[in-house]
C-alpha cells in the first residue's frame, strides 16, 4: 500500500494516489530481535522491541479512558471508498467493518482472514468464480438500524464511481467488473442504485459474489476497507470523508482537517456481533502537528500515546529514545521495501546492461546508512519482494551479491556491464527524488558518489512530492525530461504478490498518469505469471509462482533495492494489549488498544 500502504494493486486511478501513500504510510512489520534489550523500565514501559511481533502488556488494559493518537500527517480520506494510506487502513476499522477482516493478532497471524460482518470465511463454488456470505445477526450501524446484504453492495458499489470517489484501491472494480460496463451508484439507472450485476442480495442476510474469472486473492480484496458498507441515506458523495456513518464501535465527535479528530463509543453497536474489537476505550482523538520534531517531543513526554502514520521517531526524536526511552521502542521490520528503478524510456537503460551497471556499481552500505542505518533503514535489499509477502525468501535470494561480495559496490562488474550496454566511459543521466522526503535526497546523493566512480555521471532532479502522480506517474513527462532513475518506495495493499506487485510489474498497469510501473516492464514471462496466479486457487501453487515473478522481475535488472524497510516505533507507558502486525505491514494494530487505567 502505498498508500502511504498504499500500498498495492490499482485501477487506471487508484495507482496514483497509492505511490504518495506508499511512502507516506509505511510502516513497520515484524520481525526485529528481542536483542536482549530492556525488559522494562521504571515507568512502566514494556521494554524495547516487547511488541514487536507478539502482544506487550495484554492483561492490563482496562475499559475506558481516552486513547491519544498523534501525527504529521492526515489521512487522505477518512471515506473509506477513497482512503488509501496504510494508518487510514488500520485506523478506519473503530467506525467500519468488512464482511472480513485482517485477524487483531501479532505478527504473520494478522495477515490471516477472518470473519466480521459474515458469520464465516467465504462458501468459493464454481471452480472459484463464486463467494457467499451469510450475515452476522444484531449488526448495526450508529443509529441501531440493521446492517443488511444492500448496505454492503451499495459500499462496495460506491468504488465504480471514480470522477466523484477517485483515490482508493480500485481491485474490486477490476476483478468484478474488467470490462468497465457498470457505472456506479450516481449514475445507476436503477430504482435502488443497486445495478451491479456482479454482487447478487437475495435477502437482507445473504450476499454472493459473481467473478468473470476466478482470482486467488478475492477474499484478500474483500477485506479491504474499501469494501465496507455505506448506507445509500447516509451517504454524502464527495463530503463522506468528513463524517462517515459508523458501522463499528466508534462514530465520528468532531474532524478538523489537517488539526484533530475525536471518536467516540457507538452506543448502537454490540459487542456479541463483534468476534474481532474489543473497544477499550471510551474516546479515540488524533491531533495533527505540522512539525515531526514537535511531534516526537510530545510523545516522548508522554502527552500523546502512540504515532498515528506509524513511520518512525525523526532523527533527532529517535536519538533520544533510543538513549533515554528504549524501553518504550520497537523496531519492526516494515511491508516497505526503498528502491530505484530505472524507466525504460530514457536512454541507455532500455539495454539491460546498462540498468545492471547502476545496481553493481553502487555502494549497498552506503545507501543503507543514507536511509538511517541497519536500524533505523533496514537490512540491505537483495530484491523486490518485501519479508512480510508470502513467496519472499528475504536476504537469502541476492542474485547481485548486494548483501555479499558487492555490498560496497564492484567497479570491476560495472565496468563490464558498461562495456557490455555500448558505454564503456559511462553516460549521463538524472536521478529523480521527492522533495520532502530529505531521507530520500540523502539516497541519491549517496547513489550519485558512487556512480561517479564508474563513469556514470548524475543530476539529481528535486520534484515537489505532492505531484508524484503527475511527474513521475507520468510516463511522457519521465521521458522529457529524461529521468533515467526514479526513487521511490512499495508496500503491499494486501499479503500477496498480487497485492504488492501487480501495478508496479504488469504490462497492462502501465498508465499515463498515475502510473507506478516506472520501468514500464512489459514482459511476457511476467504478464503470464500474474495471469496464472489469480487463477491458482492452492497456497502451494500461490507461493512458488510468487517467487517466479520475483526472480524474473531481478534477472531484468529493473530495479536497485536499498532496503527492506525498518522503523523505530514509539509505545507510550499507558499502552496495553499492542503488537505490531504484519496485516498492517508492521505497524501497531490499532483496533485492540487499550490503555492501563481509565483515567
Keep these: 500500500m ?20 506508499a511512502l507516506l504510510t509505511t510502516a513497520a512489520c515484524g520481525g526485529g530481535n528481542d536483542d536482549g534489550g530492556d525488559k522494562g523500565s521504571a515507568t512502566g514501559a514494556a521494554g524495547f522491541n516487547a511488541a514487536n511481533n507478539k502482544v506487550a502488556q495484554a492483561s492490563l488494559a482496562k475499559k475506558g479512558g481516552e486513547l491519544k493518537f498523534a501525527g504529521a500527517q492526515d489521512a487522505d480520506s477518512w471515506d473509506t471508498t477513497r482512503g488509501y494510506y496504510g494508518f487510514m487502513w488500520n485506523f478506519a476499522r473503530y467506525y467500519s467493518r468488512q464482511l472480513v477482516t485482517n485477524a487483531a493478532e501479532p505478527g504473520k497471524k494478522g495477515t490471516e482472514l477472518t470473519p466480521d460482518l459474515a458469520t464465516g470465511l467465504a462458501k468459493v463454488t464454481d471452480d472459484g468464480k463464486t463467494y457467499t456470505y451469510t450475515l452476522r445477526d444484531g449488526i448495526t450501524w450508529e443509529d441501531g438500524k440493521p446492517i443488511t446484504s444492500k448496505d454492503v ?31 456506479g451508484p450516481y449514475k445507476d439507472t436503477s430504482a435502488d442504485k443497486l445495478g451491479l450485476k456482479a454482487i447478487d442480495t437475495p435477502d437482507d442476510k445473504t450476499i454472493v459474489f459473481h467473478l468473470p474469472q476466478a482470482n486467488a486473492d478475492f477474499e484478500e480484496i474483500l477485506a479491504l476497507v474499501s469494501a465496507s458498507p455505506v448506507r445509500q441515506d447516509k451517504d454524502t458523495k464527495s463530503k463522506y470523508g468528513l463524517k462517515p456513518f459508523s458501522s463499528g464501535p466508534y462514530k465520528f465527535q468532531s474532524y478538523s482537517p489537517g488539526k484533530d479528530l475525536v471518536l467516540v463509543r457507538n452506543d448502537k453497536w454490540s459487542q456479541a456481533s463483534d468476534p474481532i474489537r474489543k473497544a477499550y476505550p471510551d474516546k479515540i482523538s488524533v491531533k495533527f502537528f505540522s512539525n515531526a ?36 521502542l520497537d523496531n519492526p521490520v516494515s511491508g516497505y521495501i526503498r528502491y530505484a528503478t530505472f524507466p525504460q524510456s530514457v536512454k541507455p537503460f532500455d539495454n539491460e546492461h546498462c540498468r545492471k551497471a547502476v545496481i553493481y556499481g553502487a555502494d549497498h552500505v552506503s545507501l543503507q546508512t543514507a536511509r538511517g542505518g541497519p536500524v533505523a533503514g533496514g537490512d540491505i535489499g537483495t530484491n523486490m519482494l518485501p519479508p512480510t509477502v508470502p513467496g519472499s525468501e528475504g536476504q537469502s535470494y541476492d542474485p547481485y551479491e548486494l548483501n555479499g561480495a558487492n555490498k ?36 541519491a546523493e549517496s547513489l550519485q558518489a558512487s556512480l561517479k566512480k564508474i563513469g556514470i555521471d548524475v543530476n539529481i532532479d528535486q520534484y515537489d512530492g505532492s505531484q508524484t502522480s503527475g511527474i513521475i506517474g507520468s510516463p511522457s513527462n519521465v521521458k522529457k525530461k529524461g529521468y533515467g532513475i526514479i526513487i521511490m518506495g512499495w508496500g503491499a495493499d494486501f499479503p500477496s504478490v498480487q497485492g504488492f506487485g501487480l501495478p508496479l510489474w504488469d504490462g497492462k498497469y502501465i498508465l499515463e498518469s498515475g502510473n507506478n510501473n516506472f520501468a514500464l516492464i512489459d514482459d511476457k514471462k511476467i504478464n503470464g505469471l500474474f495471469d496464472t496466479y489469480v487463477k491458482t486457487q492452492d497456497d502451494a501453487g500461490k507461493l512458488a509462482i510468487a517467487k517466479d515473478i520475483n526472480h524474473a522481475v531481478m534477472e531484468g535488472g529493473y530495479y536497485l533495492p536499498f532496503v527492506f524497510e525498518k522503523f523505530v516505533n514509539w509505545r507510550g507507558d499507558r499502552l496495553a494489549n499492542v503488537y505490531t502486525s504484519d496485516g498492517y505491514s508492521g505497524m501497531y494494530d490499532f483496533v485492540n488498544l487499550g490503555l492501563k487505567s481509565s483515567k
Design 2 to 21: 502505498t498508500t502511504q500502504r498504499t500500498s498495492g494493486r490499482r485501477k487506471q486511478a487508484f495507482a496514483a494516489a497509492a505511490a504518495v501513500a
Design 153 to 183: 453492495k451499495y459500499g462496495i458499489e460506491r468504488v465504480w464511481a471514480q470522477d466523484v470517489l477517485s483515490g482508493g484501491p480500485v481491485y474490486v472494480k477490476d476483478v468484478l467488473d474488467p470490462k468497465g460496463e457498470y457505472k
Design 293 to 328: 520534531n514537535d511531534l516526537d517531543a510530545r510523545l516522548l513526554a508522554g502527552d500523546y500515546d502512540l504515532d498515528i502514520n506509524q513511520t518512525g521517531l525523526s532523527p533527532q526524536g529517535r536519538t533520544t529514545a533510543l538513549q533515554e526511552h528504549k524501553a518504550n
Design 408 to 443: 560496497n559496490g564492484n567497479v570491476a562488474k560495472a565496468k563490464e556491464e558498461l562495456k557490455a550496454c555500448g558505454k564503456p566511459n559511462g553516460f549521463k543521466t538524472t536521478i529523480a527524488v521527492r522533495n520532502n522526503k530529505p531521507v530520500e535526497v540523502a539516497t
